[in-house]
């Protein structure tokens, strides 16, 4: 295809000024985080351990990875067993119950915040694990079903014929050819529900008032809130906030751009 | 054959805990938002006034008002930079897409609050954006942003722009590049400029790819609450209140329960309304 | 396509569990009813009641804050081995969420802090979830010990609709004042710190125009919260409106109207302080503590805020930090402030003998001196206990002048459930010159009008 050299590099170009306008903001963050206090100079390192000291986000990112290693157990295996029968399983009900799980990809969470945090107060769970964990667990396996799914109705039918033949059972079909095979499905799964869970505010925001089940972004909005005088160590707090998530974003961005964008896409 | 109960046994797991935590709730949240109940005592029946409320309160008008501003910076301005991104990158072959794609998702995988925390600190009145217009000599629009009863909504809504842009010509991108080149190079061929290629071969082919990046960032400019909560608190005045905020303040601070319950329900019909009428009127033809 | 089939779904789901959903809000979690404490029941010999677990939830987390609490529980602790105390406290930011949370749980804790405002103490009175403390403060001569103004603030009627008087649920450790501080350095450019102090209201505004033409920042105001512009507004307000209308307005009791003249005339002044350049530019979009440690840093003549600021800026001002309370034209004091947040025993809690001798004892004059040696105010003895010099002594002496000789003014926005947001936009609002005074006032007298015909 004929291209003109002019046009060329005026894509660099814009290729650059998108890129500075995605991470501009973020380079002013790691600027403000690494600024000396009023008066001193050169690079100051010591504002990361700062605020981790001070916002005590050993705890909380402690809490935050709690937190979403038990949304993640739960909900992937769910999602999996769920995603399973919808794939595979021709049976009554079957569009009916999933029609209702899609409905839960798309309800705002502050429309089940509100009963949720009540009616768990009243069971006296507020505060723990739990109401923290499983509101997000129902969110995750609404997408999850739908996305384990989509992939069990692709899964290679000979695959499975050809176990079931040899005499496996339903569990052994799921668990030692299906799931091996899909890892990449299950992998996208994971990063994502890890994502979500990781960076969700409002829940954990409502639902432990008392704060024992604290999460990193929400100390860091209290962080905010606490006559933090110094920029720099809010800045400092914000990067250690998302750190755990750019990490693997950035091992496994394939899939976190593959399941965000197809996994809005209807089938 | 499989018997009749084993699907059943599968999706188990999964129903109770979507069904208790999911659906029961939305149940209750419609149920709570026929009742004026202050969060502690006794609760009082009231039919439909605080839907009524929702339609005659001015404070929660402008909130639905602030949200339709948000939707044009969450989805409209993002829409039209990726498209036009996309569309001059496709035009011609350059190295790096793939690093390109990384960097302009980042702002999607952060924390909210992080990112709020960073606009936050650049909106400052002695921040790095008012830093940056005095040293350009711009110094007469320099301005507090997040003070500023015309500028701290539109301010806001910059930041949405600003996650929401990379995504979306992500999304493009991925649309774009399956038009197959030689429909390109035929188009070319009758003389078709720039415009009538984006007009009548791009745009085309992009559909359904405009109809999910809508879907997605309308329902994100909808469910806007961090934001909110962590730049402005609503404020100026209440310049910058949304509804998910009024759902929090309502449900949790004013003890208006009833209230937060009838806004919820009613953004969540919205958020539905609004997937509905996205996908009839950009996919007519796959209707099914 | 799914979307629309998943909306009927939705749809029919949604009513089937509304349907399902048998009982209505709040009819699951009765508070339950206040039992009224006989005289003869109250114990105070509380070496005898056993072993006892006192659960205490308070918002002490700052430094000073933290130290008297600490110290306070220990000795409470060796004082009465026989009582263990749980203590849970985090920071103001989420009292109101939590503590609506807390109170109608099952496992409520014993001893709460709880904002005296409407809509977290009134609330809960009138829910029946706090405890009615009358027999206690007989068996222990509160009264005496406590001033009657002080008192007040704690006190409601048993069904929530008045406050101010009433029955009494809560005892505060510490007393509150927003005055003026300001920096010696600064002042010194325009007037001299014997102008200041010797003059009135009027002293106060004409040194601020003088600091305005100069070209400082007259007053450091970080507004981006809304609240903090009510800390201006009240002692302005307090100037201009007799103290028993803003206590019926702050405590949201009928028969008064933020409509009146003198509310005007207070808030036309404060509309005019923002249109003569008297704060700094984009006060509305600064930070709290961005403006307060500008103002330490040198930039700003005055800020208006509450004691609690006192530490922080002797801390980082040293000797160039001053605090005062301007007087009226006829020498009047009159000023917002209160207490911190009284301390309250909950209507559940099976150890209230327990807990009230806590509340005894960590407001008794003993407590008093913990908390001076602290860096806190005392609510009570606040002069005997002031600090030789620093801004404390200042603040310290106030405090005591005010109490004693002056008006004390309750927050403005302790009036209705909702005043807190309605006051924050609101003032927000008449700075910003986005609303005339009478539209501002209109805007309060709505929220406070609806409250009062309400209840």
């Known amino acids: 295809m004929t291209t003109s050299r002019a046009e060329t590099a005026m894509n660099y ?37 700062e605020a981790w000291s001070q916002g005590s986000f050993a705890r909380y990112l402690r809490t935050s990875a709690l937190v979403s290693a038990t949304v993640l157990v739960v909900a992937l295996t769910a999602s999996v067993l769920a995603g399973y029968a919808f794939g595979t399983m021709t049976f009554r009900g079957s569009t009916v119950v999933f029609s209702l799980v899609l409905v839960g990809i798309m309800v705002p969470t502050e429309a089940i915040v509100v009963p949720l945090f009540y009616d768990l107060r009243t069971l006296g769970l507020t505060n723990t694990l739990w109401a923290v964990a499983f509101p997000q667990m129902a969110q995750s396996i609404a997408f999850g079903s739908y996305w384990m799914r989509a992939y069990f109705r692709t899964a290679p039918r000979s695959l499975m014929e050809a176990a079931r033949l040899d005499g496996a059972s339903e569990r052994r079909v799921l668990w030692s050819i299906l799931v091996p095979v899909g890892r990449p499905a299950i992998v996208t799964m994971t990063v994502l529900v890890f994502m979500w869970t990781w960076n969700e505010f409002l829940i954990p925001l409502v639902m432990s008032p008392n704060g024992a089940y604290r999460t990193a972004p929400l100390a860091l909005a209290l962080f905010q809130g606490q006559h933090v005088q110094a920029t720099s160590l809010l800045a400092a707090a914000a990067v250690l906030v998302a750190l755990p998530v750019v990490v693997v974003y950035l091992f496994l961005q394939r899939h976190f751009i593959r399941g965000m964008l197809e996994g809005a896409v209807r089938e | 054959m499989t018997p ?71 989805a409209l301005l993002p829409l039209a930079l990726g498209l036009a991104v996309a569309a001059v990158l496709n035009r011609a072959r350059v190295r790096g897409l793939g690093l390109f794609r990384t960097v302009v998702f980042v702002p999607q995988v952060l924390a909210m609050v992080v990112v709020a925390v960073a606009w936050r600190a650049i909106y400052a009145p002695d921040g790095p954006l008012n830093t940056a217009l005095t040293a350009v000599g711009l110094d007469s629009l320099t301005r507090a942003w997040l003070g500023d009863y015309t500028w701290t909504l539109p301010a806001v809504g910059i930041v949405g722009t600003w996650v929401q842009t990379g995504l979306v010509t992500v999304l493009m991108l991925a649309g774009m590049a399956r038009v197959p080149r030689e429909q390109y190079e035929a188009a070319r061929l009758d003389g078709a400029g720039p415009v009538r290629e984006f007009v009548a071969l791009t745009l085309p082919s992009v559909r359904g790819e405009i109809a999910v990046a809508l879907t997605l960032t309308i329902v994100a400019a909808l469910k806007t609450f961090d934001l909110v909560y962590v730049m402005t608190a609503g404020g100026p005045g209440n310049s910058t209140t949304v509804p998910a905020y009024e759902v929090f303040q309502r449900a949790f601070r004013t003890g208006q329960v009833g209230s937060a319950a009838a806004v919820a329900i009613t953004l969540t019909v919205l958020i539905f309304g609004l997937n509905l009428v996205i996908n009839r009127l950009v996919e007519p033809r796959e209707d099914r | 396509m799914t979307t629309r089939r998943s909306l009927a779904a939705g749809a029919a789901l949604a009513t089937a569990a509304a349907l399902l959903a048998a009982c209505a809000p709040g009819s699951g979690s009765d508070g339950g009813e ?22 205490v939830w308070d918002q002490e987390v700052r430094g000073g804050q933290d130290e008297q609490m600490q110290r306070l529980n220990d000795a409470f602790e060796e004082a009465y081995p026989n009582i263990t105390i749980e203590r849970n406290s985090q920071s103001f930011d989420d009292l109101e969420t939590t503590l609506r949370g807390a109170l109608t749980g099952n496992e409520a804790p014993d001893v709460v802090q709880a904002n005296n405002s409407r809509g977290t103490m009134g609330a809960f009175v009138s829910a029946g979830l706090l405890l009615n403390l009358d027999r206690y403060a007989e068996a222990y001569g509160w009264k005496e010990r406590f001033s009657d103004d002080v008192l007040a603030v704690s006190r409601y009627s048993e069904d929530g ?52 033409d100069a070209g400082l920042t007259p ?84 800020t208006i805020g509450g004691s609690w600021l006192a530490a922080d800026l002797q801390d980082a001002m040293g000797a160039d930090v001053g605090f005062y309370v301007p007087a009226s034209a006829d020498g009047t004091l009159a000023t917002t402030g209160g207490t911190g947040l009284p301390f309250a025993v909950t209507a559940q809690s099976p150890n209230a003998d327990a807990a009230a001798g806590y509340i005894d004892f960590i407001t008794s004059d003993e407590a008093m001196e913990v908390l001076a040696d602290t860096g806190n105010m005392p609510v009570n003895q606040t002069a005997e206990l002031a600090p030789a010099d620093g801004v404390n002594a200042d603040v310290f002496a106030a405090f005591g002048a ?24 609101t003032l927000q609002d008449l700075i910003a010159g986005q609303a005339t005074p009478q539209e501002a006032m209109q805007q309060l007298e709505d929220d406070y009008s609806a409250f009062t015909s309400g209840s």
């Open chain 3, 34 to 55: 206040t039992t009224p404490v006989e005289a003869s029941e109250v114990r105070t010999d509380l070496a005898s009641l056993g072993e006892v677990t006192l659960t």
């Open chain 3, 161 to 212: 609709v008045t406050f101010g008087e009433g029955s009494l649920y809560g005892l505060p450790q510490v007393g509150e004042i927003v005055g003026v501080f300001y920096s010696r350095s600064a002042l010194e450019q325009v007037a001299s710190e014997d102008e200041l102090l010797s003059g009135d209201f009027d002293t106060f505004t004409d040194i601020l125009a003088r600091a305005a």
């Open chain 1, 13 to 49: 170009l814009l290729l650059v000024v998108v890129c500075a306008f995605a991470l501009g903001p973020i380079v002013v963050v790691l600027v403000t985080s690494l600024q000396p206090d009023l008066g001193g100079g050169g690079i100051a390192w010591g504002n990361y351990a």
């Open chain 3, 402 to 425: 005010v109490t004693t000789d002056g008006h004390l003014l309750p927050y403005l926005d302790w009036a209705t459930p909702t005043m807190g947001d309605t006051l924050g936009a």
């Open chain 2, 4 to 74: 009749r109960w084993r699907p059943w046994l599968y999706l188990v797991p999964a129903i109770v805990v979507y069904g208790a935590f999911l659906l029961y709730p939305i149940g209750r949240s419609v149920q709570f938002s026929l009742y004026e109940w202050d969060g502690l005592g006794a609760s009082e029946f009231v039919g439909l006034a605080n839907y009524l409320g929702v339609l005659t309160d001015a404070g929660l008008r402008a909130a639905f008002g602030h949200a339709l501003v948000l939707i044009a910076f969450f």
């Open chain 3, 219 to 302: 007053i450091q105001l970080g507004n981006i919260e809304g609240w903090p512009a009510g800390h201006v507004f009240g002692p302005i307000q307090a100037q201009h409106v007799p103290a028993d209308q803003v206590r019926a307005l702050a405590m949201g009791n009928a028969g008064a109207s933020w409509l009146s003249e003198e509310n005007v005339a207070a808030a036309t002044e404060l509309a005019d302080w923002s249109t003569s350049g008297y704060f700094n530019d984009g006060a509305n979009g600064t930070d709290y503590d961005a403006a307060w440690s500008d103002f330490a840093s040198g930039d700003g003549v005055f």
